[in-house]
Every structure is written in structure tokens, then in C-alpha cells.
């Protein structure tokens, strides 16, 4: 392949993390959100930019020789049409640049992660690859096999982009954020009003989360209907239910048990498990939430079993486009009442990013950068939505295009600044899905206490920093970029 022309690199003096992110391009009046719009504008300041380097490998892929792009993705299956955008896409990108062709290859979700590590240890594979937020995209800058975004796309366009605080490492960004995933609850108006329950007032609080349940169960249905073959809602609950007990302007708190700073059988991070027993021994949970997978689940959801299930906003879209609009309900997380920490407040949901990053051996990595930038323009991001429902991570969307009333609901707790940061992707992997997802599913299947679960998901952490010193070393210095941005 033809190299393409080096490029004149401005260098950023300002070497700094980003929080959480400037959403929408709005100002709001809450502390974290505006602690977390000026860390992301200090971080924008810091990223290595390259002004002219989308514009050049525009012009060269015009005319230039013939490019292939192999893309690795994912979100066909939380997001049902972006399969069709992206040929959509990459059709109208060869269109307007001949000499470039793609191969994209839609991966599944058991081999998503294994399929690109296999492939970044023989050093090649795909030019574009995509990541679910955090620490999946950060760990493959650990390992080498991805280079950072911002040395290929210039700070005016980032600037546009927003939840880039969870692929920052090292003053740069590594993976660009794609579209954004509010995890919401769904619930089933028609359920509450068969139960004798008002359809337009959810369970704000856990205990009326805990009076609703029953009164649902008694009328027949069952009250959650969520699946947990693969661990994941197991997870999951462990950032909406135990996310309750953390604060403060970063994601430290979830980090702190797994890098040794502090225990996961600490009241802190382990009282959520006294919780998560109430839902398994007073039968608010489907009897077959352990053996369907996690879409399966939200398929029984929507054939209308159960009365709440939890997913991410492009779902809650299909639940709505299934249902009816008049059938479906959006809510946050019902309030712990013991818990009473920083991030325990009325609408908070969590929030995160899927994202598309590029490979350290991609031999095209200005042209692939443009066509990420091409993704990101006005008229792709309209159609992204219109398409799949996914929502755009980029402030240039048109918000006024949002077809349902639970779909503005959603956005506007993430623009008011009531979010909090998604657990799983600030966690190591392995102390995620051998700790949160394994012991979640040991906690139903083996009845198990709210004290040896805890213990358990410990003995995980403190088996990963005894058998990964390198990569704890990297988790600590991420853990105190966090505090040496927001002061903590």
C-alpha cells in the first residue's frame, strides 16, 4: 500500500485526564457535571492534534491507490439496523472515494474480545476494530495493539465527541466514542395497572420497588424478567444497585477494591448483596433468569412475563417499537434508601460508550481515521438514530430527532447531569466476569450470603493482583490520573 505523506503534528502542552463527559454541548447547574464538562474541555486541550490529517487522507484516497479497510464490529445486537448503516455507510464513503473498499465482518459476542486478542498477538487482523468502553479498549493500548485517536484526528473534531473520559490513558485517547449507552429500566404499563398500580407512577424508592414487586407477583406475573446465562445482568446489578453506596467526581470508587485500596468486604462494596437477596429469596426474579441469555430475557420481557427488565437505551427502543409506546415505561434505578451516598439521587443512570478504534498495524491509519470522522458527520449521525436507535456520542446530533418520549426522558437525565459512571468498564476484566458476573450467578444458583459472595468477588481481586503485577502497576497509575484531574 501506498504510505501516505507525514503530516505535521502540533503537540499539546497540557497533559491532563478527562471526567466524565460535556454532554450535548450543554451547560448544566450540578457539580459533577460541570466539574466533568471542565475536565473533558482541559483534556481536549491536552490531546495531540492533528488539524490536517483527516483533510489530507481525504484528498489522497480520492485519487490514491486502492485502500481495503477490514472493520471488526459489534452493536447489531443491542442495536437492531446498524448492520445496515454501516454497509449504508461504507457504500457511500467508496462512493465519494473510489479507490477504498471495506470488509466489514459483524462479530458475535463470545468472540468480540478473544477474536481481536488472537489477532493483536500475530499483529494483524482489522484496520478498524470496535470496543465496548474502558478498560476492553484500554487494556488493548496495555498491550500494544491499538494506537491512540488522537494522534489521527484533530481536537476541533474531538471536541465534538463526549464519554471520551473512559478511553483516556497517558493524556490521549484510544478509542473514539461511537454511540452512547444509558442503561435505563423498562417496565410493563400493562402489568402495573393489572396489578392495581399506577402505569405513570414507577417505583421511585427500594421500597416501593419491593411493595410494587409484590403486588405484581400476586397478580401472576413475575416482577423482574431479566437473563443471566452469561453473567452480565449479574454485573449490571452490581453498578445500578451497588453503584449506590459510591460517590465522589470520579470512578475511583469502583476501582479502589480490585487495585488493593480497598476490600470488596467492606460495608461500601459489599452491602449490595443483601439486596440482590431480597429480589432471589422473595421470588422477584424469573425462574429462569440463570439459564436464558441476557437478550432472551428482554425478549420474554417484551412477550410481556414480567413486569421490569434493564437494558441499554437502543434496547428499551426495540422493547418500544415491540410494545407499543403506551405499553412501555422508562425509569432509573429505584433509590436504596440505606445507602445515601454521592451518587444516590432520583433519576441517576449510568451511563457509557461503544466505541471504533485503530490498529496499531493497520498500513491505512489516515484513511480509517477519515472514515471515522465520516461516521461522526450531521448527516450519519441522523441516520445512525433513525436507523438503529442508537444514540450518537457526538454534540452535532439533532436531539430533536428523538421519536419517543421515554427516548427524551433518557436524555435528559444525562444532560441535567444525573449519571454516574458504568462499573464494569473501570474494573479489570478478569476481576469483572470471574468476581461480578461468576459470584452472581454462584449467589442464586448456591443460595450463597451476602458475606461469602463478597468474600468470593475479594478473592478474585486478590488473585489478579498476585498473578498480574504489570498489569496492576497500569491499573494503579489510571486509578491516580482520576485523582490527579479532579483532586481526589
Known amino acids: 500500500m501506498k504510505k501516505f505523506l507525514l503530516l505535521l503534528i502540533v503537540v499539546a502542552v497540557i497533559v491532563a485526564m478527562v471526567a466524565t463527559f460535556s454532554l450535548i454541548g450543554c451547560k448544566t447547574t450540578t457539580t459533577e457535571t460541570t466539574t466533568a464538562a471542565a475536565a473533558e474541555t482541559t483534556a481536549a486541550a491536552a490531546e495531540t492534534t492533528a488539524a490536517a490529517a483527516t483533510t489530507a487522507a481525504a484528498a489522497e484516497t480520492t485519487t490514491g491507490e486502492p485502500v481495503k479497510l477490514v472493520i471488526w464490529w459489534w452493536g447489531e445486537q443491542e442495536a437492531k439496523g446498524l448492520e445496515g448503516f454501516m454497509k449504508e455507510s461504507t457504500e457511500m464513503y467508496t462512493k465519494a ?3 477504498v473498499t471495506f470488509d466489514i465482518v459483524l462479530q458475535s459476542t463470545e468472540s468480540l474480545v478473544e477474536a481481536f486478542r488472537a489477532a493483536g498477538a500475530a499483529g494483524q487482523g482489522p484496520d478498524i476494530q470496535y470496543f465496548w468502553g474502558g478498560i476492553y479498549t484500554i487494556e488493548d493500548a496495555w ?43 423498562g417496565y410493563n404499563k400493562d402489568i402495573f395497572t393489572k396489578a392495581g ?112 427488565s434493564f437494558g441499554v437505551l437502543s434496547s428499551a427502543v426495540s422493547w418500544i417499537n415491540t410494545m407499543g409506546a ?31 478504534a485503530i490498529t496499531k498495524w493497520s498500513k491505512n491509519k489516515e484513511v480509517a481515521a477519515d472514515f471515522l470522522v465520516f461516521l461522526h458527520s450531521a448527516e450519519r449521525l441522523k441516520a445512525m438514530y433513525l436507523e ?24 435528559k437525565q444525562v444532560t441535567a447531569g444525573n449519571w454516574f459512571y458504568h462499573n464494569e468498564n473501570y474494573l479489570p476484566v478478569k476481576v469483572n466476569t470471574d468476581g461480578n458476573y461468576v459470584v452472581a450467578q454462584q449467589f442464586i444458583d448456591e443460595k450463597l450470603t451476602p458475606e461469602v459472595a463478597a468474600k468470593r468477588v475479594d478473592d478474585v481481586a486478590k488473585l489478579y493482583r498476585n498473578t498480574e503485577p504489570d498489569r496492576l502497576k497500569q491499573m494503579i497509575a489510571w486509578y491516580d490520573s482520576f485523582g490527579q484531574v479532579f483532586g481526589e
Not at 288 to 306: H, T, V
Open 97 to 99: 472515494h473510489p479507490n
Open 143 to 185: 498491550n500494544g495493539y491499538i494506537v491512540p485517536i488522537s494522534d489521527y484526528i484533530s481536537k476541533e473534531e474531538l471536541n465534538h465527541v463526549f464519554t471520551k473520559n473512559e478511553q483516556m490513558m497517558d493524556g490521549k485517547i484510544w478509542g473514539l466514542p461511537w454511540y452512547m449507552v444509558p442503561m435505563v429500566f
Open 197 to 308: 398500580l399506577d402505569p405513570e407512577k414507577p417505583p421511585a424508592t427500594w421500597t416501593e420497588l419491593m411493595t410494587d414487586s409484590e403486588a405484581i407477583k400476586k397478580a401472576g406475573y413475575s416482577p423482574f424478567e431479566l437473563g443471566n446465562q452469561e453473567g452480565i445482568q449479574g454485573g449490571w446489578m452490581q453498578g445500578w444497585l451497588g453503584g449506590q453506596w459510591m460517590g465522589g467526581k470520579s470512578p475511583r470508587d469502583f476501582m479502589a477494591p480490585a487495585i488493593g485500596k480497598a476490600s470488596y468486604t467492606d460495608p461500601k462494596y459489599a452491602t449490595w448483596w443483601k439486596y440482590y437477596g431480597m429480589l432471589r429469596d422473595k421470588g422477584y426474579l424469573n425462574n429462569d433468569y440463570e439459564s436464558i441469555q441476557l437478550y432472551q430475557g428482554m425478549e420474554e420481557f417484551m412477550a410481556g412475563k414480567g413486569a421490569f
Open 388 to 411: 438503529s436507535g442508537a444514540p450518537p456520542c457526538d454534540d452535532r446530533f439533532d436531539q430533536s430527532l428523538l421519536k419517543t418520549e421515554q427516548e427524551k426522558w433518557a436524555l
Open 326 to 356: 403506551d405499553k412501555v415505561g422508562l425509569m432509573s434505578a429505584p433509590v436504596v434508601e440505606e445507602a445515601g451516598n454521592g451518587w444516590t439521587k432520583p433519576n441517576m443512570i449510568d451511563v457509557s460508550s461503544q466505541v471504533l
